[in-house]
């Protein structure tokens, strides 16, 4: 069964610092990857995704994160925190069942936290 | 593009009523919708994924005769919850896909709250 392993449900940082959110997925077949983020009573948001193309891929806000392989892992970085940067971050695998079905599974989510 | 809205953003009923939730999708065709339900300070939890003109596929654990899905057109699907109670009370968010696309487009969720 697919899991996916976010490391941390609370990480605070100073604005300005860089920001590290880690995940860990575990797959026989390397799935497709996404970090969404969440502000209070709101829905998702989609911030980057990795579908086998370039490891290192490039979101919105200034987000990146980079696909490995042989770690397993998919961490999202910023390289300078921002205030509005604090909200809750889910990291995602999706993969395919068969019969053209597939679930998105999530990890647990991480809040982020900015000090001024 | 690519937006989902639910409808309403909060509702409050008493238990033993029940209360029907919307999602849309604005500007595509939702080929497949999901119903998720989030616990305060945890992670989103799928309820059941829906096929348009087909019937809802439940998650294991989910109750069918008490969360009622429709899916009745590319642009809307429909969560009722049955006789709620207040441990029904939560975030319930939904998503839409199209076609086989990889990608889900996250509606705004809805906060229930069961008195």
């Known amino acids: 069964a697919q899991s996916v392993t976010q490391l941390g449900s609370h990480v605070s940082v100073s604005e300005g610092a860089l920001v590290l959110l880690r995940c860990n997925y575990s797959?026989?077949?390397?799935?497709?990857l996404f970090w969404y983020v969440q502000y209070p009573n709101q829905g998702l948001q989609l911030l980057l995704k990795?579908?086998?193309?370039?490891?290192l891929v490039k979101g919105i806000n200034g987000f990146e994160a980079e696909f490995k392989k042989s770690e397993t892992s998919f961490h999202l970085t910023k390289p300078s925190a921002h205030m509005s940067d604090a909200a809750e971050y889910f990291c995602?695998?999706?993969?395919?069942?068969?019969?053209?079905?597939?679930?998105?599974?999530f990890g647990k989510g991480t809040k982020l936290s900015v000090i001024p | 593009g690519a937006v989902v809205s639910q409808h309403p953003s909060r509702v409050i009923c008493k238990s033993g009523t029940s209360v029907k939730i919307e999602c849309r999708s604005l500007d595509f065709q939702a080929t497949t919708m999901f119903w998720y339900r989030q616990f305060p300070k945890q992670s989103l939890m799928l309820m059941a994924t829906?096929?348009?003109?087909?019937?809802?596929?439940?998650e294991q654990g989910v109750e069918k005769d008490k969360f009622l899905i429709n899916h009745a057109s590319l642009t809307l699907s429909t969560l009722t919850v049955t006789s709620a109670h207040p441990e029904d009370s939560s975030f319930y968010i939904c998503?839409?896909?199209?076609?086989?696309?990889?990608?889900?487009?996250f509606g705004p969720g809805t906060r229930l709250t069961v008195t």
């Open positions: 998503s839409a896909r199209e076609g086989q696309r990889d990608e889900q487009y």
């Open positions: 797959s026989s077949v390397p799935p497709y």
């Open positions: 995602a695998s999706l993969t395919y069942s068969g019969a053209g079905s597939y679930q998105l599974t």
């Open positions: 829906s096929n348009e003109g087909s019937k809802a596929t439940y």
């Open positions: 990795y579908t086998s193309a370039a490891t």
